[in-house]
């Protein structure tokens, strides 16, 4: 999420473009540019910090010109230095500077184009570099003198073939105007505007309308999808179509926490989109709980207050404040870093006690990402003396990656991944969680336009990147994969060296950023291949499932010997240690490889996940002492190694765990063999398969467990056990 401005005037535009970065300050803190266009040459300035701290009167001064464009930075691709502040500039043709909101998917198969084929070099690794390079040789393409809006129309068209992923631009070409274009899918926001003069009429482009508002300039309309509009030096205005197959799929999230509630967005109010979102919420806690004891209902400021506001009068109890913000500490959802969110949050907000002692309180926030703050903000609540806390989330759970720009770069930082409801409410300490309902917020999000959304399941997404060139498409609905939503991938517990397989369960969808519903999934974030493989046969799982592409986009799958892996910051490796964070930390505990090998077994057994240990012995040792305690029996067929029979023989013995040892073919020794307090049956076979008639027996479905485990016959090769 970043903001851009360009502003073509007929006076200097340094004041405005900066005034409006500062009303688009809520879209990103990390840094700021401004260039501007005089005579042919450029002025440019841009750093880290915050509009007011990057520009100081003495740059301002040297900011002239009639045209200009302007940027505010959240990182989502790159880093965070200031070298990759925005604008970029790039000499050939013309000069040209670019601002960019959003997130390339096939930014490496770009760059490598750029630099193989375009004849480009990449200086830093962002993807709007990139984005300018594309455009910069398209529009060189034309091999005009002087670029027609043709010229620049054909540039864009081109951009739009070979760009995946959501992006707003506005760029200038020194000396001839000023163009903005949208995404053929209309993910990230971007509007126009005019203003008359005594000198004749000015034009604006910017993230949002409120941007426009304050400088006096009159909305004229969004950009559609796949549209630009180019505005030259002079002051004519042109706009077309440029994308082959528009299709309307903007992002969700800007009406939940991105934009400011006084825009409007693609002819939606973004504050009466949140208005609807609170009497939704309201409508649900009335259905779950028509007796609900909440005493008061407190916004988290402050893009949770208009929803807040909007619940509490349809459930007819109070609204207070009951938190003071400190108007001075940045939006954590867009700070560069888990370290530094955690630390704000008790900087940022202090709880009203008088509001608190003793109540039901009913927290309200906008959502709920990593959990990083709400956890916190509850625990005040409690501090303060609330009796009970209850949080409601105006979306719902946000499981999976949004790649389109903003900060949700892995499902593993996101608390509800792979998470029941009531698991997310026992993490961040709440007595009653709600989270909003997806098609509620759709309609929430709609109003009245009633935007048309296709059947209920999901489908992998024409709009998003090649799975060979891209390690982030997303997910769209639709009704072709209605029994086969996505598998999620396994999540160890405390006990995850045990070699326990669950049944299958369908996999929860979640909450991604579309008003067509962009369903994003960590399978796909990671270039999954398995998505489409339920009920294909046993030889395509065993090569196929749990296999992943890197950004390389290899046939084969990569194997992974790391030992370490690398963190971005000190302070995210000592989140990642503490366990705060999910992630490789060491490949004695998770590697690539390894959790590759257990989903294409989960794949194989038909069931959820799977966990591979490093040694036969330690499987075999794993299932025992997760099902077994002192006082247990087990059954073992006789034909297991000799190592297994030192195992049960010489250690599990000493914890009081009896075995006995039956035939492996006899039945009715080991019906006889069984008593009331034997809980699992042990098979190995150290030199023949399993034997088809023992999985049609009786036996496959008794309530006392049957493990079965095999060797197999290369030695490096992981050994794996599994239960029933």
Same mark, same amino acid.
């Given at each position: ?29 990390? *840094? #700021? ?5 005089? /005579? ?36 989502? %691709? ?15 043709? !013309? ?31 962002? /993807? ?37 992923? =959501? ?35 000015? !034009? ?20 559609? @999808? ?30 939940? !926490? ?7 967005? /693609? ?35 402050? +893009? ?27 939006? +954590? ?47 005040? *609540?409690?501090?303060? =003396? ?10 719902? #759970? ?108 369908? #996999? ?23 998505? /489409? ?11 196929? *499932? ?28 000592? %989140? ?54 002192? =006082? ?18 010489? !250690? ?16 009715? $020794?080991?019906? $006889?063999?069984?008593?009331? +307090? ?7 076979? @150290? ?27 290369? %030695? ?9």
């Amino acid at each position: 999420m970043c903001g851009i401005v360009g502003i073509v005037g007929k006076s200097n535009v340094n004041q405005a473009l900066y005034d409006g970065l500062t009303v688009l300050q809520h879209r990103g803190q990390d *840094a #700021a540019g401004i260039v501007t266009s005089h /005579d042919g040459r450029l002025f440019l300035r841009k750093d880290n910090g915050l509009v007011r701290d990057v520009f100081q009167q003495r740059h301002m001064q040297r900011l002239v010109g009639h045209m200009g464009i302007g940027h505010v930075r959240y990182p989502t %691709a790159g880093s965070s230095s200031s070298a990759e502040a925005q604008p970029f500039y790039v000499n050939s043709p !013309y000069g040209i500077t670019l601002a960019h909101n959003g997130n390339l998917t096939n930014v490496e198969q770009l760059a490598k184009e750029i630099y193989e084929s375009d004849l480009r070099h990449v200086n830093t690794n962002s /993807d709007s570099e990139v984005l300018l390079n594309v455009f910069a040789h398209e529009l060189a393409q034309r091999g005009q003198l002087q670029p027609t809006e043709e010229d620049v129309f054909a540039a864009v068209s081109d951009v739009h073939k070979r760009c995946r992923g =959501g992006y707003a631009v506005v760029a200038m070409i020194t000396g001839y105007g000023i163009v903005g274009f949208r995404d053929p899918n209309g993910i990230r926001p971007i509007v126009f505007g005019q203003r008359h003069t005594d000198e004749g009429v000015e !034009y604006m482009i910017a993230s949002e309308s409120v941007s426009l508002d304050v400088l006096g300039f009159t909305l004229i309309r969004d950009l559609a @999808p796949g549209e630009a509009v180019y505005i030259t030096e002079d002051g004519k205005l042109f706009t077309r179509q440029c994308a082959e197959n528009p299709r309307y799929s903007p992002c969700i999230f800007e009406h939940v !926490y991105l934009a400011r509630p006084d825009s409007i967005m /693609d002819g939606i109010s973004v504050y009466k989109a949140r208005l609807r979102m609170g009497e939704k919420l309201a409508e649900k806690i009335q259905r779950e709980r028509p007796g609900h004891d909440i005493d008061v209902v407190i916004p988290i400021p402050d +893009t949770s207050r208009t929803s807040a506001l909007e619940l509490a009068n349809h459930l007819g109890v109070k609204f207070r404040e009951g938190f003071v913000k400190n108007r001075y500490i940045g939006r +954590t959802f867009i700070m560069p870093g888990q370290a530094a969110r955690k630390k704000s949050v008790r900087q940022k907000l202090n709880a009203i006690e008088l509001e608190f002692r003793g109540k039901n309180v009913m927290l309200v926030d906008d959502s709920i990402v990593r959990g990083t703050t709400c956890k916190q903000i509850i625990q005040m *609540a409690r501090e303060a =003396g609330a009796k009970n806390v209850y949080f409601c989330s105006a979306a719902p #759970a946000v499981r999976y990656p949004n790649v389109y720009g903003i900060d949700m770069p892995s499902a593993h930082e996101l608390i509800a991944h792979n998470r029941t409801t009531e698991e997310v409410c026992e993490l961040i300490g709440a007595d009653w969680l709600v989270y909003q309902d997806l098609p509620d917020l759709i309609e929430a999000v709609s109003g009245s336009k009633k935007i048309k959304i296709d059947n209920s399941t999901v489908r992998y997404s024409t709009a998003s990147t090649s799975p060979a060139m891209s390690t982030r498409p997303t997910w769209t609905r639709s009704s072709r994969r209605a029994t086969t939503p996505p598998r999620p991938s396994p999540r160890r517990s405390a006990r995850s060296s045990t070699c326990t397989i669950t049944k299958s369960r369908h #996999a929860r969808l979640g909450f991604g950023g579309g008003i067509e519903v962009r369903v994003m999934t960590q399978e796909w974030q990671a270039g999954r291949l398995d998505s /489409d493989l339920e009920g294909v046969g046993f030889d395509t799982l065993a090569v196929r *499932a749990g296999q992943h592409r890197t950004p390389e986009g290899e046939h084969s799958e990569a194997l992974f010997p790391t030992s370490s892996y690398v963190f971005r910051t000190a302070a995210d490796a000592a %989140a990642r240690f503490a366990g705060e964070v999910p992630g490789n930390v060491y490949s004695r505990y998770t590697n690539p490889t390894v959790r590759a090998f257990e989903e294409r077994i989960a794949a194989l057994e038909g069931a959820e996940q799977a966990v591979a240990t490093a040694s036969g012995m330690s499987a075999i040792l794993a299932i025992v002492m997760s099902l077994c305690s002192g =006082g247990d029996h087990v059954l073992v067929s006789r034909s297991v190694f000799g190592s297994t029979i030192s195992l049960f023989e010489k !250690y599990l013995k000493r914890f009081g765990v009896e075995v006995d040892y039956v035939a492996l073919s006899d039945l009715d $020794a080991w019906q $006889a063999a069984c008593r009331p +307090t034997t809980k699992l049956l042990f098979v190995e076979s @150290p030199s023949n398969p399993w034997p088809s008639w023992w999985i049609s027996t009786p036996w496959r479905r008794s309530p006392t467990r049957m493990a079965r485990c095999w060797r197999w016959t290369t %030695a490096s090769a992981p050994r794996r056990c599994s239960s029933r």
